[in-house]
């Protein structure tokens, strides 16, 4: 047999394992919990009249809705819900879970960690945030889920430095984001007259989180 005979046979079996794999995986709820990058409700004071993710241009624009409809290509019957849980960022040390044991009840196969932006770096001693989002997650999924975590869009080395402790402590997958924010395109300078607003993610820095994001998922094996 000639060798580039062989070398077509052995891609065709490799691409067929690869696809089988592909279909083995198994995705039906997905949990994102978050904070206004993920949702944010209308604010007129600030220029928001949308329930999405702060700044996309559209509902459909924001990470999460990108996400979830890629995904769905994958997992037809996927339900995906997501939730700003910024109240857990500032009060992290003290919060009762029990005002999130909604999303417990979802009963998640993989729940997303994309927070960390309004956490004060000066509340942060040993590893407090880490264990304290190793305690909200395990609170919030079952022995069988799978957790992702990313770090903050916005540079924030201390706070990445807990993210990355509790991912490797826990074996979680790890997803670094922290490039997209170093760089002003993805953000929507200009676009809203409150600065905080405009250096949220615009379309294109949302497109980059959610492909980012999806990469990881398809890759985790349940």
């Known amino acids: 047999m000639r060798p580039w005979v062989l070398g077509i046979g052995l891609a065709i079996v490799l691409l067929s394992c690869k ?3 592909d279909r083995s995986i198994s995705i039906n709820k997905i949990l994102v919990i978050g904070n206004s990058i993920t949702i944010h409700p209308p604010d ?9 993710g702060m700044a996309a241009s559209e509902a459909d624009q924001d990470y999460f809705s990108l996400l979830k409809d890629n995904l769905q290509s994958y997992f037809p019957d996927l339900e995906m819900i997501r939730e700003n849980v910024y109240p857990f960022e500032r009060e992290f040390e003290t919060i009762d879970f029990e005002q999130y044991s909604h999303l417990r009840e979802f009963e998640a196969d993989v729940i997303i960690i994309r927070l960390g932006e309004n956490n004060i ?3 942060l001693s040993n ?5 304290s989002i190793q305690d909200f997650a395990f609170y919030l999924g079952t022995t069988n889920t799978k957790f992702i975590i990313t770090t903050t869009f916005w540079p924030s080395p201390n706070v990445n430095e807990q993210l990355r402790h509790v991912a490797s402590q826990n074996h979680w997958e790890f997803v670094d984001i922290s490039a997209f924010g170093s760089n002003p ?3 929507a300078i200009g676009q809203f007259e ?3 607003v405009a250096s949220h993610p615009n379309d294109q820095g949302m497109l980059a989180i959610s492909k980012a994001l ?9």
């Open 214 to 222: 999806s990469t990881k998922i398809l890759a985790i094996e349940l």
């Open 121 to 123: 770096d000066a509340e």
């Open 127 to 131: 590893w407090n945030l880490a264990e």
């Open 194 to 196: 409150d600065n905080a």
């Open 19 to 21: 696809e089988e794999k």
């Open 185 to 187: 395109a993805n953000m």
């Open 44 to 52: 007129p004071s600030i220029g928001r009249n949308g329930n999405w």
